[in-house]
């Protein structure tokens, strides 16, 4: 079974200038999460979707952050403009269903290491 | 607003010793409390999980406790080897609009020594 794919690996970019992310969850999870990973701490979800409707996007800064699911199964991330403290490891994961009654392992991308100069 | 705490932040152990590794979270609503294991530079990846409804579980070396009362739960490593270095991280799940969602901990880094 292939495993949740993330495009770039790695990034660099200057403050201000835009960014996005791609992901590919594992075919059939229903629910796509992304987390940001800042050294040193644990994932933070930043937005959760089941199909293509967002569920929780309560930590999302939504003055810059935006995330999106069109189909219900690729997602990609955008941080526009990116402020230095958005360096950080941005993590995908996906689960096949995320509610009470499903399972709810959650499967982890490589991750992109984003870095705001 | 849901928080999971975790300790120690590192933890230092010589080969074949035990290690325990603590959390306690602030949602009584979390029914669900993965371990995950992050090795450097790489993607975190479950290494056990517990119900609400079970107290204990154990896979080979290494085990997991919930005390649902307390609002606690520990991960437990016998035997430990060298490639079990490695930064832990504990969650806890509470539902959100119907969900479940992950709150992690902020790692614990454990270094086994030969």
């Known amino acids: 079974e292939a495993g949740v794919a993330q495009s770039p690996r790695y990034k660099i970019i200057e403050k201000r200038q835009s960014v996005a992310f791609w992901c590919n969850p594992i075919?059939?999870?229903?629910?796509l999460y992304w987390y940001q990973q800042i050294l040193g701490q644990g994932p933070k979800l930043l937005i959760q979707?089941?199909?293509?409707?967002?569920?929780?996007d309560s930590q999302l800064p939504k003055d810059r952050f935006s995330a999106e699911r069109l189909k219900g199964v690729d997602s990609t991330l955008k941080i526009q403009p990116a402020k230095l403290e958005d360096s950080a490891v941005y993590l995908c994961a996906s689960s096949l269903k995320g509610g009470l009654a499903g399972n709810n392992e959650q499967f982890f991308g490589p991750g992109t290491r984003l870095t705001v100069l | 607003g849901e928080n999971v705490e975790q300790h120690p932040s590192t933890l230092s152990v010589q080969e074949g010793d035990s290690a325990v590794i603590k959390c306690t979270y602030s949602d009584s609503a979390s029914n669900y409390f993965p371990w995950y294991k992050q090795e450097l530079g790489k993607r975190p990846q479950l290494i056990i999980d517990i119900r609400s409804n079970v107290g204990e579980k154990k896979d080979q070396r290494i085990a997991v406790t919930l005390n649902k009362t307390a609002k606690h739960f520990s991960l437990h490593i016998t035997e430990t080897q060298p490639e079990d270095s490695a930064v832990y991280f504990c969650a806890a799940s509470p539902l959100s609009g119907g969900y479940n969602k992950l709150i992690f901990g902020a790692g614990t880094r454990l270094a086994v020594h030969p």
């Open positions: 075919s059939g999870h229903a629910t």
């Open positions: 979707f089941q199909n293509n409707g967002v569920v929780d």
